[in-house]
């Protein structure tokens, strides 16, 4: 059973940083594209980042030099390393992974105080 947990989230003053978490059951965080997602109140779902098995990474203009993926292997989780968080960062933030099938976890809420 493929499982994907967050972590991390919180509040946080603008400016601030937070590190989000995506701990992986169930597949091999290294041999699947992985990738953060959020969604703001009342907006659609969008992507943050995203790693690829090739260790390829691809960022949304909008947190480009902020916000960092990365992952570990030996933990096989994933990490979003937000800094210089604004306000309008605040939504909840998804672990998606596609191995096959669409997957996603439950999400963990950022909120950006300015």
């Known amino acids: 059973q493929v499982q994907l947990v967050e972590s991390g989230g919180g509040l946080v003053q603008a400016g601030g940083s937070l590190r989000l978490s995506c701990a992986a059951s169930?597949?091999?965080?290294?041999?699947?594209?992985m990738g953060w997602y959020r969604q703001p109140p009342g907006k659609a779902r969008e992507l943050v980042a995203a790693?690829?098995?090739?260790?390829?990474?691809v960022d949304s203009d909008y947190v480009k030099g902020r916000f960092t993926i990365s992952r570990d292997n030996a933990k096989n989780t994933v990490y979003l390393q937000m800094n210089s968080l604004k306000p309008e960062d605040t939504a909840t933030y998804y672990c998606?992974?596609?191995?096959?099938?669409?997957?996603w976890g439950r999400g963990t809420l950022v909120t950006v105080s300015s």
């Open positions: 169930g597949i091999i965080v290294s041999r699947t594209s």
């Open positions: 998606n992974a596609q191995s096959g099938l669409n997957i």
């Open positions: 790693i690829r098995s090739s260790g390829t990474i």
